[in-house]
């Protein structure tokens, strides 16, 4: 079990079955010698006992018996190496144990390979705290170690150790000694069976240095690749420095590349897509990505392969093989950057080409404007709508916008049409701004009726709420289109069949420059836009690039 990304700060370990071999300490004698009973934790029995004679009596059988125990504790398989290997990178370590502090330091004579100065805290129940599975000792491990609780991973090999580290917020890993025990590791954010497989989990998390991605995590940040296209004659690989693909009997290659900047939640899917629909619009049919993925210093492996098997996920969802790129940790950037290449295939008598574009021609829109920019807004200004009195449902509603900001389906549609001349993506600066560089790019000029234009309910309360136009907004999701008039109902009819909205905008005009717009039958203004509203929201507001 492996959560996709994560962050370890400093690792908090059991001590007994998890540095130490497991049961060296009978726990059935003990509970036997003691008379607890089946079911409850020692520590809470002994709590239970009112009579303090007869407690304390009980008491020191427990701490005689782990005295005997200390006397013949053994280093659990690769101890040694992993708590080195920590100590080496700089990474904090801490013990948090139900043993009393003066048995684990009688056990740590017995562990000549394992340096007691290592670990910057002990949590034993000498302390004034609940000890596991209460938190208590976790979130005063994280404090003395200097760390957010969120960055300290918990390895333990029972119940107990899991449950305290979910119930403090941190990350937990579950070591499974032996697999013919009962399975303990319910929660737990990974499961391991050996120390040596619990080092490699935390190398994941650990901050990585500048330079190249080490090949090993390469390797493994490559292993869930799989490509099912046969042009593909060398794909990504340990090595490989390019790739080669086969196209014979396509008669033209498209290309297109752009960064891409945002939250890891959202970055894979806009490396893909936004380089996809760069390649549709022309007509083709995307089919191959390289992706450089350029990150910070302090990332983490799992940060890396959690993208990677994200862009790979997107790209198997849209026929496209991912077949090779770069992966570096550079100071360069403040947060992870993807700049992707994607490559498409079009037959020469069916690349469109905007300069296509005849007086006549209709202008489709497909969705609605600004689809891109609702899903951003609600997802980096959730705070701001919620204080003006959007519910967390309808936030979230307009966040899940960003699921649709592919326009793949109906460019594939429109490119079966011998009437459609021109295709364009509506990006930063809105639909506004994107029928101009259409106009722009066919040299043609254009006529929009405003009141055609479909804006979602979602979109129109955000952009109410802060005060920003959807024609401006970031927007993409929809395509525009141009098509013979004598094929714009077939076209729009497929389109819908295929559940995608459409609707008809307006129309190409004569040879020029300039959009005309019109509300309701009378001339009206297109207002243009410098930069993209959402820019309008403050610093950090999140353009894609």
Request: proline content about 5%.
């Amino acid at each position: 079990m492996l959560v996709g990304s994560f962050r370890v700060a400093a690792v908090l370990f059991d001590f007994d079955g998890t540095l130490t071999v497991p049961d060296t300490l009978d726990f059935a004698a003990v509970r036997s010698a003691v008379g607890c009973p089946p079911g409850l934790g020692l520590l809470e029995f002994l709590a239970g006992i009112e009579d303090a004679e007869e407690r304390r009596a009980k008491e020191a059988i427990l701490e005689a018996m782990e005295a005997e125990a200390a006397e013949q504790t053994l280093e659990n398989e690769g101890a040694t190496e992993l708590v080195e290997s920590l100590h080496r990178s700089g990474v904090p370590m801490g013990i948090i144990t139900r043993n009393t502090r003066e048995s684990i330091d009688r056990s740590f004579a017995k562990l000549p390979g394992i340096d007691p100065g290592y670990f910057g805290v002990v949590v034993t129940r000498d302390l004034p705290l609940s000890p596991k599975p209460f938190p208590d000792g976790v979130l005063y491990a994280a404090e003395q170690l200097g760390v957010e609780v969120a960055e300290l991973l918990v390895v333990g090999d029972y119940a107990f150790d899991i449950e305290a580290g979910k119930r403090a917020g941190a990350l937990a890993m579950y070591l499974y000694n032996d697999p013919g025990e009962p399975f303990h590791g319910e929660g737990a954010d990974f499961v391991v069976h050996s120390l040596a497989e619990a080092l490699d989990v935390v190398r994941r998390g650990l901050p990585l240095p500048a330079g190249k991605l080490p090949s090993d995590l390469l390797e493994q940040a490559l292993s869930g690749l799989v490509l099912t296209d046969p042009s593909v004659l060398v794909g990504a690989a340990i090595g490989e420095d390019a790739a080669a693909v086969d196209i014979h009997g396509e008669e033209v290659l498209v290309l297109a590349s752009d960064p891409v900047t945002l939250a890891a939640d959202s970055l894979s899917r806009y490396a893909v897509l936004v380089n996809a629909n760069d390649v549709a619009t022309s007509g083709a049919t995307p089919r191959w990505l390289i992706a450089t993925l350029l990150f910070p210093p302090g990332s983490t492996a799992s940060e890396i392969v959690a993208l990677t098997a994200g862009i790979q996920a997107v790209c198997a969802e849209n026929g496209i093989s991912l077949v090779g790129g770069h992966t570096e940790i550079t100071d360069a950037v403040s947060r992870p950057l993807v700049v992707g290449t994607m490559a498409g295939t079009a037959r020469r008598g069916r690349l469109i080409d905007k300069r296509g574009m005849r007086q006549g021609d209709r202008i489709l829109l497909t969705k609605a404007v600004a689809v891109e920019g609702t899903g951003l807004i609600a997802r980096e200004f959730e705070g701001r709508l919620l204080r003006a009195g959007m519910t967390a449902v309808e936030v979230a509603d307009c966040a899940a916008f960003l699921d649709s900001i592919g326009i793949l389906e109906e460019a594939r549609i429109a490119r079966a049409f011998a009437g459609v001349t021109a295709m364009h993506d509506v990006t930063e600066g809105g639909l506004a701004t994107a029928v101009r560089e259409l106009g722009a790019a066919g040299g043609r000029r254009l006529r929009l009726h405003l009141d055609r234009i479909s804006i979602y309910p979602q979109t129109a309360r955000i952009c109410a709420i802060l005060g920003i136009d959807p024609l401006g907004l970031i927007g993409s999701g929809s395509l525009l289109i141009t098509v013979a008039p004598g094929e714009a109902q077939a076209l729009a009819e497929a389109i819908t069949a295929a559940g995608i909205e459409v609707a008809d905008i307006g129309e190409v005009l004569e040879e020029g420059q300039g959009v005309e717009a019109f509300r309701d039958g009378a001339r009206a203004v297109l207002p243009r836009f410098e930069r993209d509203e959402v820019s309008r929201l403050g610093p950090g507001a999140p353009l894609r690039r």
